[in-house]
Structure formats: C-alpha cells, structure tokens
C-alpha cells in the first residue's frame, strides 16, 4: 500500500480541482471542466476508503490555510464526502463543526456560499445537533438576511411615505465593477433561503435544532430582511408537529435565549406594519395563530376570529387605495382587544417592557410612531401609576420631536393613555411645559444668535401641543369639562402659538382640532360646555390661512393650510356660537383660497377642506330652515365673486364649492333628497319607514321657505357660467341650478294651491333639465347658447313671479361677466326671460330691472351693446313707457351729479339703442316728445314758492327731467338713421310743435339759466336737419339764443312755424290742431308760443271752413286772454287770415279787434288797431254799421298813444270806417269827426312820416262827408300827397277859413280840441295845435265867441311862450297870440 504522506502532494494539486469555478451553462469548457471535477471527487472518495482517518485529518488542516482555493476545495469535498457516505465520520462530526465555525467568520462570499451547503449538507446527515447547530443555523439566517433587490411596495402607500425599515440597509444602484458581487450575494442568499427551507420541510432531523432556536433568530433586528424565511420555516416545523400531534410548547428550562411570549408577541406585532413590502405580514399573522398555546388561552380565542380577518384584509391588497394609517388603527384595534381580554397586570406590564426594548432596536420614525401608539395601548390597559408614570417618560425620552411622524405617534399615545390615566399625562404635560418655559429667555436670544436652533424649541412645543390636543381627544367627556382652563391655559397657548416651521405650526393646528372634535365629542355625550380661548386660537388660524408675502405655495405651507381650514371648520362648531364679526374675518381669510395663482401647484385637499369648512358655517347657522338658508344666501354671495372671476380656475373653484354647499344643504334640510343630485324621473326618495329607522329625519322645521333659497338670484348669477368657456364649469353650473330647481320642488305648497297638471309640468321640467345637464357633460361642439336656451326654458317652467322678478334685477352682475361668451349668454338668457315673462312684469320692478341694465352697462362699456340690446327688449316685451321713463331719469341723474355717470351707461348710447330699434323708435319718440310738452320748467316744489317773477326772493330749479328729455330729443334726432328719419317724419307735427312750445316755456327760466335755451336752439337745429329744411335751421342758427332770449322771441316762433309750413304744407292742419288746444295752458309763455307758431302757420292754413272755423274760434278765445303777447299775437293771427281772403270770419274777426282797441296794452291796441284797416276793406256793411260810433270813439283815443304805428293805424282806420257813415248814424258819427277833424290837422304835419299820411289819407276820405267842396279841394292838391313838401301854415290858414266858413258853429269844438292838443306830448303837436287855434280864432269875426275864448287860450299860450322848452311851440304860441290880439283890436275898433 502506498504511504500516505507520498499522496500528499497528489492530494494538494486535487484539492485546486476540486472547487467547480466554471458555471453552468456558460460556454462548452463546462462539460470538460465538470468531468475533472467529478473524477478529482472520485479520488478522494477512493482515498477515503483506505485511509478515513489520514484524509479527515488532512482536509481539516487544509482548511485552516489561508488559501480560497484550497478551502473551498476542502468545502467541496467536504460536502461531497459527507454525502456519499456519512457513517464514517459521524463520531468526529464535532470536530467538522468546530472546523466550520472557524470559517463563519470568513467574508468571502465563493467561500460563505460553499459553508452554507455544507451546513445544509451536515444538517441533512445528521452531523448537527442542538448545541453545535445555533451557529450554523444563525449563519444561515445571518444569510438570508442580505440586503434585498425587491423594490418595496409601500411607496404607493398614499398615507406612508416611503422608508425603509431600521433594520434593513438601503438598497442602491450597484456600479459595473459591483455588479459581480452583487449577484455573488444574491446567489448565496438563495441557497441559504432554499437550504433553510429544505431543513425545515423535508429533514425530519433538522426538526430538533430548528425548533425553538428559529423563534430567537425572530428578534434580531439585523435579521429582519430573513424573517419571511424564518416565518417560513418556524410554519413548517409547527406543521410538522401538529401533524404527529404534539403540542407547540417551549421548555425554556431546556433552552436559554429563547424569548419569552411577550417578547414574541411584541416583536410580531411590530412585524405587522408594512404588508405592502413582502408577504411578512401574512406570515407573521399565521405564526402568532400557530404560537397561539404559548400565549394565555383568552388572546388564542380572540386571535381565532381576528387573525383571519386580517388575512383577509390584506390579501386583496390594492396598492393604489391603500392606506397604511387604517391598517395600523387595525393593529392597534388587534393589540388593545387582546390586553383587553387578558387579565393579568403582570403580563401587560411585562408586555410594556418587552415593547420598551424596542426603542433600542429602529430608528425609523414609521415604526417607532407605531410603537409609541403600541406603548399607549398597553399604558391604557393598565392600573399602576408608578409605571405608567416611568414608561410615559420613557417614551418622552426615546421620541425625536423634530419628526412628525414620530411626534404624532407619541401624541396619540399620551392620548391613548389619558384616556384612563388624564391627570397622570396632564401632569406630565406640565412638566415639560414648565421645563421649556424657564427656557423663555433663552428662545427669545436665540432668534438673533442661533435663528436655526429655534427650531429645536418649536419641536417641543409642537410636540406639546399634539400631546395635549390628543390627551383631549382620548380623554373621557367629564374629564375633559373639568379639566378644559388645563387644556386650553393662556401660558399654553402663548407658548404655542408662536411656533414659526412649519411642521410645527402643524402640530398645533392638529392640536387645536383634537381639542375642538374632544367638546364636540362631549356635546354629543351630554356634556356641554364652551370652549374657551377659542376665538384666540381662531385668529391663530386666520394668521396661518393669510397668503404667503412671496406668494409662494410650498408642499408644507400648502399642507399647514390644508390643516388650519379643518381646524377651524372644527372650532366654528363648538360652543360659544360665532360671532358675525369673527365669521367674517374667517370667511375673508378662508375666501383667499380661491385666488391661489394655477402656477402653484394647490392641492385639491385644500378646497376639499375649504368646502368642509363652508358647510360646517352652513351647519351651525341654526337650527331652522330660515336661519341656514339665510346663511347660504351669504355664502352664496360671497362665491359670487369668485365664480364670475376672469381666471378660470378661481371659477372652477367657486363654482366646485358652490356645488357641494348646495348637495350638503339640500341634503341637510331635505333628507329625503338624493345627495348626490338627481331630479325628476331620476329621484330615488327615502320612504317613511326607511327615515324612522335612520334615526329620524329632519321634520317640517327644517324647509325652508320658498323664498329664502332666492331662487330667481341664484339662477341668474350662475346662468353665465352655463355659456363658460371651460365646459368642466359649463357641467358644473347645470348641475346647480338642477339643484336649487329641485330643493324648490321640494318644499311643499302651504296652502297647496298646486293642482296635479302642474305639479306633472314642473317634475318634467326638472327631469329635462337633468337630462340636458347629463348630455352636456364632457361636449365642447360649441352649441352652448342652445343649451342655455333649454335650461332657460326648463327654469322658466319651475320660477314665479317673484323668482322672475329676482332673476332679473339680479342681471347686473350677470351681464357683466368678465368673460365676454358668459355675459353674452346671459344677455341671452335674459332676453328670453324678457320675452317670455315680461308681459307680467309690474312697473315698479320694471323700473329697477332697467335701472340695473343701465348700471351694468356703465361698469362694462365694451358690452353695452349687448346690454342695451336687453333694454330694448324689456321695452319692447313689457311696459314701454316705464323704461322711457328710467331712460329719462338716467338724463336726470348725469345733469345732477357728474359722479353718476360712472354708475350709469352714457345717456347718450341708452338713447340710440332705443331710437335705432324697429318697433321702439316711434314710441320713445313720442314719450320724449310728451315729457316735453308736459314737465314744468321748474321742480314742482319750488313751483309751489310763489310765481316765476318771485324767483329772487324765492330761489328756484330747474326741473332736470324736462332737460333730460331735451338732450333725449337733441340724440334721437343727432344721430338719425332710416328707422328714425321714419319715426320723425311719422310725427313731424308733434315734434316741432312741442319744441315751439318749449321755448315758451323756457322763457320762465331764462333769468336763472340759459343753458335750457341753448340746448332748445340746438334742438331745433338737429331737428332741421333731420327733417332737411335748412330754412328752419336758419332762423335761429346765427343769433338765436339773442332772439329768443329777447323781447320779441316769439316773432322767432313764428318764423320757425312759417318756414316749417312752407316746407311741409300738408302738415299745417296737424299742427294747428295741436297747437290752439296749448292756447289753454297755464304759463303765459307757453300759451304766447302756442300763439306765435299759430300765427306763423295760418299764413299757410288751407281754406277748410273746419279748421279754420276751429282755429278762429281758439283764437277768438283767447283774445282775452290774461297775456297781453297772447292776445297781441292771437288778433294778429285772425288778421293774417282776413288778409288770406278768409272773409268768412270777419265778424268775428272784427269784433275782436274793436274789443282790443282799447287793450292798457299799447303793443296788443297797436296789433287790433293795425289790423282794423285791412279788415274794414273786406267787411260788409252789414258787419260794420253797427260798431260804426264805437270805432269811432276807441279811434279817437288812439289816436293820441305815443306808438307811432297806432297813431298811424287809427287815423288809417278812421278814414277806412268813414265809408260805412250813412243812414242814421251820419249825424252822429259826423260829430265825432269834428270832433277829430283838427287832430288830423294837428298831425298832416306829424314827425313821423306814416302818421303825417295817415292823416292826409284821412282827411282826403273823410272830406266828401263834409260836403264842403273847398276842404275837398284842399286836401286833394297835389301838395298834400305822400313825399311833397307842403308849407304847413298856409295850409292851417287855408283849411280853418273854409272850415270856419263851412262850419262856423263847430268853432267852440274845434278850439276845445286844440286846447287839448296843448298837452300832448310831442312839441311838434303843441306847436301845430297853437298855430291852428289862434288862426281860428283870427277868423271868427263874432266878438261874442272871441271873448269867450281869448283869456282861456290867451292864458294857455301865455304858459306855453314862457314855459316851453320847444323853441317851435314858443314861436307858433308867440306868433298865435300876435293873431288872437290883432284880431280882437280889430273887433275892438
């Protein structure tokens, strides 16, 4: 046989071949490589054979070099060895162990891979028992445990972030030159997991080192990446025995190390929190139910019905709705149900401990957040104060502050513990609240040293806060009560509200809610009691909810906001109710939400608390229907402004928030209603039976009336958004005025004056408008105007009349919208309103409807179109003339106050809508028209102070609306189109008589304001122009406001009224007509221009005995009128008719004119006197004889006034009348021509020239009734005609001889006439008179009757020589006495 120390080097060249280092499959040296390595196997097999002792000892010194190659070779035969043939080894199997444990503690992982498939290979042949195994076992665990490729699951967890276990190490990206490694580690991971795995399912040997040492390789916390292998292989080996039918027990006098049950129970339970990760958590679950024997009998029951309900739970699990705070409410909820059943303090408290170990163990916040609620649970179910004191410390102790996850746990375990020790946590509280407020000075210094370690401090107080806030939470009711100045102290709050990171400020607010839900909570058990403090931590709030100065929106800001909106929906719920003033400042802060720029990126939690909040405000409004529909309205209004923004997504905002507002309120006062919104065929009504047996819904107390939801003003504030250009918005609107038709429907009839057709009408009115709502969602085609047509329609069916009314007063805000296709639509919808309801409109809505059009169209000029278009319609489909008269009453308010115009539309836009439109213009025209002829000059009030003349004692104004309907008229005409050329020529007669007339009446207003005047005369011009007569234009074009501001104005009238009769003759007879009725008005100035413009037409009236007949009569009428330009201008028109040829009203005419010629008017006698001549030429005998005497006396005195034209005028008349002197009355009228004769001598020689012929015309017509044919001669020269000079004094000489020869007892009549002219007031006059009497006198040759005279004339022309200021009648009263005393020393001799 051959030595062995000669095979030794043999043996050490095998021993290099003998680890396979090709694998598998790479390339085709595997096979050759695979054959060496089988046949260097097959030597040592051989060798092993004949010499057993020298091989074992040979390779257990090899494998102590420090060789790889020859260990691994060593491990591979090893292996192979043991394999093939365990019995010959079996005795020295401890050495072989001792030999493997020296090589656990190689890093290698070629060599760590090869020990552990020895292990396996040892363990299946037996060459392990109990006291060598563990540290087999461990390594293979120790193994297994290598750091995971698997990517955790419990990123998608939405309520978990992602975090790695404590225990694991992170997973990173390998580089190239790692990647061999990596692989190498997962490749022995591998192998020690199926190694285990085979131990633990097909060895039935490996049973007695496996069991129990696997439940210690449960806690190691290095080991956790293993324990779904142990979890796997502890399974196993429990199946193992209950299938023989032993029991699961642990004798731990036969073990050390193992842990005790509640170590297990504390460590599985950990174990539990990430079943998202791997299939642990299922595991686990299933060892706690096999371990169930180890632990007390009540927990194993309690396990029995919970553990599969967790299974169950987490066996379907969706990562995408996952959320890992239920599943640890889960945990906890398993934990405190199984304390809860065992009743044994010792177990819990030593429970508690093992719990606390773990605080050693992880650092990661996530696990220990669940072991602090873990420790809570447990303190809860226990009685000891002196521990729950301890480990309440501990747990203070071992919690990082600066982490909010951490911090939340440890606060909702000292709720879980308050929960039944409240004064012990309290006190604690108040200890670490004492400890940080010595440290006040300290916190203040450090803002200017050490900014960043104000952080540290914030942590605590937030801590604090979340500690106190749970400690309200989980505190009982009564508790809480008497505890609340604790809970809420000023010292506390002081502290904590001036917290400045963010995370901090979260705690607080989470805090300030636990506080609020913990009275809420209380209220609901009985025990009611205010919060105190609680507007104090509302302006907490509102400060948090303020926008940030860079108007930025971080993740944790946005999160803090999110926090402080549900705190204070919180806080608004309890008692003290809120005051207005602070639901305001709530409201406003709470409101700035909506304006949060679409560049930060909101989040939708924070409208979905905003809306929780508004409905929490809705909630506590009252307890009545009444009280909360009055608090939505508010609301409401409020989002108004936000669903009418020109943002889009503040109106998606508003629009979102006002939509669930109104599905909580319908669904809090109509609790029979379907939530989610559906109406008419789509109702799905709660029956009676199913409302007892919720609990009782709201009784009868609850609806409101019909009148506080406002229906009409809500749907018109949100028919604009039914036109929106997003059609997200477009959807949404319809889905609230679907709502708000269908809470109307709700409310029942009081009197139930509904019949069955109409309640049918309005449920099929309700379901066309949800199916209209249902078919828009999601289309963008561009048909919304029909859409908001058929909604139109559909709400008209359900709206009253007051609704109706609402909606369109409400129209301002509507129309307005700045987004220009909305307010179009809503100027369409409104126009349909108009056309369909605008028939049962009263005048009094009427008149705020159209005052809010003309507002809106005043904020909003590029849409006053649109606007006006409204108007228009409202005009047109309800009472016109109410909307003329707001028109009017716009004009009134832009004379007024310059600051309304920005209130309203510019009068003059409001003014051409009406006028260009169609079936509007004439009408408006006409109302213009009609205001004008009817509004005073000055306001009635004023009027009433006393007459127009008073107007400085009393100051007067003037009446805005008659000026506004001027300007109106001045625009109508100004900017004439077709439509009003049509309108205007359709009522040429009204308009041009109320314009003439309205100059009268301005007369009255002149002395206070000419600006009433110029805006007439430019009236009037337009008005020319309109009507293209430029003749008319002219009249006042160049000195107009001169003429009629002027005494003779209504010569101007008149000329207006000529010109515009003979451009349009077929008009005069209209515009008589409507004239001579204005003879009858009450202002003198009005009535004279009635007067003036009839004067000026009846130069062109046709010749119709029946307007003529009515014409003379008005005229005639008036003639006596209190106005002398009245009745100056009324003779004159009946004279300019005479004149015309129109003879048939002479005697009319006449007698007018003799009843004037006495007028105390000189200008009103001028006018009769003037008119008499031309009159007397066309009157009949029959008309003049028998006023023959009085024309002649009313002549007479005329004949001395001091107008030249009447002086003229008489004596023309009284040549004209003598004609008619024959018959009887000769006689007398012939003594009143002597009687007259000398004054018509006195004046041939008159200044004036008309006067002076007047009289030649006189004397020449008079003269053949003298029958003295020397006279007739006389006045018949050619020297008395018109334009030859006469000599005067021969022809008084000449005319008194015959005179006296012809009528020499006419002598006494004549010289008392001459007397009488020494008066008059024109010298030329005295010195005629005077030359006549003393050549009279000169020729009577009876001394009788010259003795008679000569003292009486003697004297006078005495006084008339020495006092007259005239040089003429001195001489001719000088050169008269010569004659009188010539001829009386002729008598005398």
């Not at 490996?206 to 290095?222: G, H, Q, R, S, T």
């Not at 929106?724 to 809470?743: E, F, H, K, Y």
């Not at 904020?859 to 047109?876: N, P, T």
Request: proline share 3%; with cysteine; aromatic share 6%.
């Amino acid at each position: 046989m051959i030595d062995f120390l000669a095979l030794s080097p043999v043996l050490n060249m095998l021993l290099l071949k003998a680890y396979l280092t090709v694998k598998k499959g790479s390339n085709s040296a595997y096979s050759a490589q695979m054959k060496n390595h089988n046949e260097v196997l097959r030597c040592f097999v051989t060798i092993r054979e004949a010499y057993p002792s020298e091989i074992f000892d040979f390779l257990l010194h090899q494998l102590r070099t420090r060789e790889e190659y020859v260990q691994l070779g060593v491990l591979s035969v090893w292996k192979h060895l043991i394999f093939r043939q365990s019995e010959p080894w079996l005795n020295r199997r401890g050495e072989i162990a001792e030999a493997v444990n020296y090589l656990l503690r190689k890093q290698d992982l070629k060599l760590k891979k090869s020990i552990a498939e020895l292990i396996v290979c040892m363990a299946s042949s037996g060459y392990l028992n109990k006291t060598t195994s563990e540290a087999c076992i461990e390594f293979l665990v120790k193994q297994c445990a290598l750091a995971s490729t698997r990517k955790r699951l419990s990123e998608a967890s939405s309520a978990v972030p992602e975090k790695p276990k404590a225990t694991e190490m992170p997973v990173s990206i390998p580089a190239k030159k790692e990647l061999g490694g990596q692989l190498r580690s997962l490749e022995l991971r591998r192998v020690c997991e199926t190694g285990l795995l085979l131990l633990a399912g097909t060895v039935p040997a490996a049973e007695v080192i496996l069991w129990p040492f696997l439940l210690k390789m449960l806690m190691p916390v290095e080991y956790t990446a293993a324990l779904d292998t142990v979890c796997k292989c502890i399974t196993e080996v429990l199946k193992h025995k209950r299938s023989r039918g032993e029991k699961v027990s642990i004798d731990y006098s036969m073990t050390s190390n193992i842990p005790e049950p509640e170590e297990l129970f504390a460590r599985l339970l950990l174990l539990l929190q990430y079943p998202l990760d791997t299939e642990l958590a299922s595991r686990v679950l299933t060892i706690l139910d096999d371990l169930g024997p180890i632990f007390p009998t009540a927990i194993v029951l309690l396990w029995e019905e919970e553990i599969p309900k967790l299974k169950a739970y987490i066996s379907n699990i969706d990562v995408a709705s996952w959320q890992q705070i239920v599943w640890e409410d889960m945990i906890i909820h398993l934990l405190s149900d199984a304390l809860g059943v065992v009743h044994d303090p010792e177990w819990i408290m030593s429970f508690g401990n093992a719990l606390a170990t773990h605080y050693n163990l992880y650092d990661d916040n996530q696990q220990i957040s669940l072991l602090h609620r873990c420790m809570g649970t447990v303190l809860q179910k226990t009685d000891n104060e002196v521990y729950v004191q301890r480990m309440i410390t501990l747990m203070y102790q071992r919690s990082d502050v600066s982490n909010k996850i951490n911090r939340g746990g440890l606060a909702t375990a000292m709720g879980l513990v308050a929960s039944a020790h409240l004064d012990t946590v309290l006190a604690k509280l108040r200890r670490i609240l004492d400890n940080h407020k010595r440290n006040g000075f300290l916190r203040f210094v450090l803002h200017f040293v050490k900014p960043q370690k104000i952080r540290a401090v914030d942590n605590v107080f937030a801590t604090l806060a979340l500690m106190y806030g749970y400690t309200a939470s989980y505190a009982p009711s009564s508790g809480i009560e008497a505890r609340i100045e604790i809970l809420v102290g000023s010292d506390m709050l002081k502290g904590f509200l001036k917290v400045k990171a963010q995370a901090s400020k979260q705690a607080v607010l989470s805090a300030i809610n636990l506080l609020g839900q913990a009275v809420i909570k209380a209220a609901k058990n009985g025990t009611v009691f205010p919060l105190k403090k609680r507007d104090i931590m509302l302006n907490y709030i509102i400060s948090l909810m303020e926008k940030d100065e860079k108007n930025s929106l971080d993740i944790e800001l946005q999160h803090t906001q999110e926090m402080a909106l549900d705190a204070c929906a919180t806080l608004v719920s309890v008692n003290p109710k809120l005051t207005s003033k602070m639901r305001d400042s709530v409201l406003q802060a709470a409101f700035g939400f909506f304006t949060l720029p679409m560049s930060l990126a909101v989040s939708d939690t924070l409208f979905t608390n905003l809306t929780r909040f508004l409905c929490t405000i809705l909630l506590t409004s009252g307890d009545d229907g009444k009280s909360r529909a009055m608090q939505l309205q508010f609301l409401l209004k409020r989002l108004d402004e936000f669903a009418s923004s020109s943002m889009e997504y503040e109106r998606e905002r508003a629009v979102r928030t006002v939509l669930a507002l109104l599905q909580y309120y319908r669904a809090l006062c109509f609790p029979g209603s379907c939530y989610v919104g559906c109406t008419g065929s789509y109702m799905h009504l709660r029956s009676s039976s199913d409302t007892d047996q919720s609990g009782g819904a709201a009784g009868p107390a609850l609806l409101p009336p019909r009148e506080a939801l406002r229906l009409g003003e809500r749907i018109v504030a949100f028919l604009p958004r039914c036109t929106d250009v997003s059609p997200v918005i477009r959807i949404l609107a319809g889905q609230i005025i679907t709502i708000l038709c269908n809470m109307v429907m709700l409310i029942p009839d009081p009197a139930g004056a509904k019949s069955t057709d109409d309640s049918i009408e309005l449920s099929l009115a309700i379901t066309a408008l949800q199916d209209l709502t249902d078919s828009t969602k999601g289309k963008t085609d561009g048909s919304e105007v029909n859409v908001l047509q058929r909604v139109v329609d559909a709400v008209l069916n359900l709206l009253n009349y007051t609704e109706v009314v609402a909606a369109l007063k409400g129209c301002k805000i509507a129309v307005c919208d700045k987004v220009l296709q909305s307010a179009q639509g809503a100027m369409s919808a409104l126009t349909q309103i108009i056309y369909s309801r605008g028939s049962q409109l009263r005048e009094g809505d009427i008149c705020k409807i159209a005052r809010n059009l003309f507002e809106a169209a005043a904020i909003d000029c590029d849409r006053h179109q649109g606007i006006l278009a409204v108007v228009c319609s409202l005009a047109e489909h309800s009472v016109a003339k109410v909307v003329f008269s707001e028109i009017i009453t716009a004009g009134e308010i832009e004379l007024v106050d310059d600051l309304d115009k920005r209130k309203l539309c510019r009068f003059e836009k409001i003014i051409l809508a009406i006028s260009h439109h169609e079936k509007l213009s004439l009408i408006f025209l006409e109302y213009v028209v009609d205001i004008l002829d009817h509004a005073p000059v000055f306001k009635e009030d004023d009027a009433e102070k006393g007459n127009i003349s008073d107007h400085l004692t009393f100051p007067m104004s003037l009446c805005q609306r008659s000026q506004a309907a001027t300007l109106a008229l001045q625009e109508i005409l100004r900017g004439a189109n077709d439509t009003v050329k049509q309108a205007v020529n359709q009522c040429y007669p009204r308009v041009l008589c109320c314009l003439l007339l309205r100059i009268g009446s301005i007369q009255e207003s002149i002395s206070i304001d000419m600006q009433p005047l110029r805006d007439m005369i430019t009236t009037i011009h337009v008005f020319s122009e309109t009507v293209e007569n430029d003749d008319m234009g002219k009249v006042l074009f160049t000195d107009g406001e001169q003429r009629l501001s002027g005494e003779r104005w209504t010569e101007a009238v008149e000329e207006v009224a000529s010109n515009s009769a003979r451009e349009k003759p077929e008009e005069v007879t209209n515009m008589c007509t409507l004239l001579w009725p204005a003879l009858e008005r009450q202002h003198d100035c009005q009535r004279a221009a009635a007067a003036a413009a009839l004067s000026g037409l009846v130069q062109h009236c046709e010749n119709t005995s029946i307007l003529l007949g009515s014409l003379v009569e008005a005229l005639t009428a008036h003639t006596s009128d209190e106005s002398s330009t009245v009745r100056l201008l009324c003779v004159r028109s009946l004279v300019q008719m005479i004149k015309r040829g129109v003879t048939a009203f002479v005697p009319e005419a006449l007698n007018v004119i003799v009843a004037l010629l006495e007028d105390k008017e000189d200008e009103v006698a001028n006018a009769a006197v003037c008119g008499l001549s031309p009159v007397i030429q066309v009157a009949s005998a029959e008309v003049v004889y028998p006023m023959l005497l009085n024309l002649c006396l009313r002549l007479s005195i005329l004949q001395t006034r001091h107008l030249e034209s009447t002086r003229a005028a008489a004596f023309e008349a009284l040549g004209s009348v003598s004609k008619f002197a024959t018959g009887v009355q000769l006689g007398t009228f012939m003594e009143q021509i002597h009687k007259i004769l000398p004054r018509l001598v006195f004046h041939v020689n008159d200044e004036a020239p008309s006067v002076s012929l007047a009289c030649k015309n006189a004397l020449r017509s008079i003269s053949p009734l003298l029958h003295a044919q020397d006279i007739r001669a006389l006045v018949n020269l050619r020297t008395f005609e018109f334009g030859r000079s006469m000599e005067y004094d021969d022809f008084v000489k000449e005319f008194v001889k015959h005179l006296v020869l012809q009528f020499r007892d006419k002598v006494d009549i004549y010289v008392s006439c001459a007397i009488q002219a020494f008066e008059s007031p024109w010298p030329v006059i005295q010195a005629n008179s005077a030359y006549f009497v003393g050549c009279l006198l000169s020729r009577v040759r009876d001394a009788v009757s010259v003795a008679h005279y000569v003292p009486q004339v003697s004297n006078l022309l005495m006084k008339m020589t020495t006092s007259s200021p005239s040089a003429l009648v001195r001489a001719k009263s000088t050169l008269a006495l010569s004659q009188i005393m010539n001829e009386m020393e002729v008598l005398n001799t």
